[in-house]
């Protein structure tokens, strides 16, 4: 049976990690704001702008709360980016998506300053990552590097497959596994033979975005699967892209859903959060 990589637990140190290192910034007067921005009530989108209030909270950042009808014009957006843009109290900017279809969310996401894009996904910070310069990384792969490293799971010179290229989970995934020395390959909805593929890695890292996707013929013997999928199952319950109870016994490590991969998600924003505070040292 595979070991169980506990997201919940590996959040929650660094997390205080980072509350501490909050509390010194505090101490030489640097002071955290987080503004995030919710455009309409999508339930889901509520749910996870809450938890990322409340982490705030926790570690000791404010976070500047934008609850905006679904009405709002992509004018008034950019126009309150830009406001919080030149806001020198604000470290950063948080535009949570989906955005509603009448507004251009590459052209809302290119608006951030990409010294506040704490989510990671603007054209520069994505191009900093891509030629290895500092800058903000995607908050949920960075979150799946750091439960490898923080489990001792060798990432240098291991086949490395990730399921998935979408430009917040799949892409950037591979682009740091590769930081990290893996042989990465990259498959997707046009994959021949996606099984064949799948299992010749050392490491699998599943974000496709299809309930239990995966299963064990997909896995080989002893290899690492990460499960990046979040869905809800007819009994309301969650779940992964992997069927968890086929594969755990054939895998050496793996991810629980929930408890995996989710919680890093959030960890690794407020780490983007205290970078920036860093920032005005
Ligand atoms: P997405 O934008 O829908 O992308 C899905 C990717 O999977 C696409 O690249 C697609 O290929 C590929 N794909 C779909 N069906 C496939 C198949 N049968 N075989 C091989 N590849 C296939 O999804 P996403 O935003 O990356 O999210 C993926 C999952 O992660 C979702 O369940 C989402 O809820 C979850 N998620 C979790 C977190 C977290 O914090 N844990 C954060 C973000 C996302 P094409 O490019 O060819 O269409």
């Not at 950019?78 to 507004?103: F, M, R, T, W, Y």
């Amino acid at each position: 049976m595979a070991n169980l990589i506990d997201g919940k637990l590996i959040s929650t140190q660094i997390k205080d990690e980072l509350k501490e290192e909050a509390a010194q910034l505090k101490a030489k007067g640097i002071e955290g704001c987080l503004a995030v921005i919710q455009v309409g009530s999508d339930p889901a989108s509520s749910v996870y702008v809450r938890n990322k209030k409340r982490a705030c909270e926790y570690i000791g950042i404010r976070s500047l709360s934008y609850e905006l009808p679904e009405e709002t014009t992509e004018a008034e957006l950019l126009e309150l980016i830009g406001k919080l843009n030149a806001d020198k109290s604000v470290n950063g900017i948080l535009c949570q998506l989906p955005l509603p279809k009448h507004i251009d969310e590459d052209k809302i996401i290119d608006a951030i300053a990409p010294q506040k894009d704490v989510d990671g996904f603007s054209p520069q910070s994505v191009g900093a990552m891509v030629i290895g310069k500092p800058g903000f990384l995607p908050c949920t792969p960075a979150g799946v590097i750091q439960l490898l490293k923080r489990s001792n799971i060798d990432i240098e010179g291991k086949n490395c497959v990730v399921v998935g290229r979408s430009n917040i989970v799949g892409k950037p995934m591979a682009m740091l596994m590769l930081r990290e020395n893996a042989t990465v390959t990259v498959c997707h909805s046009r994959t021949k033979d996606l099984k064949a593929v799948c299992s010749q890695a050392d490491i699998l890292i599943v974000a496709i975005g299809k309930p239990l996707y995966i299963d064990s013929s997909y896995v080989k013997d002893g290899a690492v699967v990460i499960d990046v999928g979040i869905h809800r199952d007819e009994n309301n319950k969650l779940c992964g892209d992997v069927n968890f109870d086929d594969v755990a016994p054939k895998a050496s490590y793996i991810t629980p859903v929930p408890g995996g991969v989710g919680p890093m998600t959030i960890a690794m924003l407020m780490s983007n959060c205290v970078e920036s505070m860093k920032k005005s040292l």
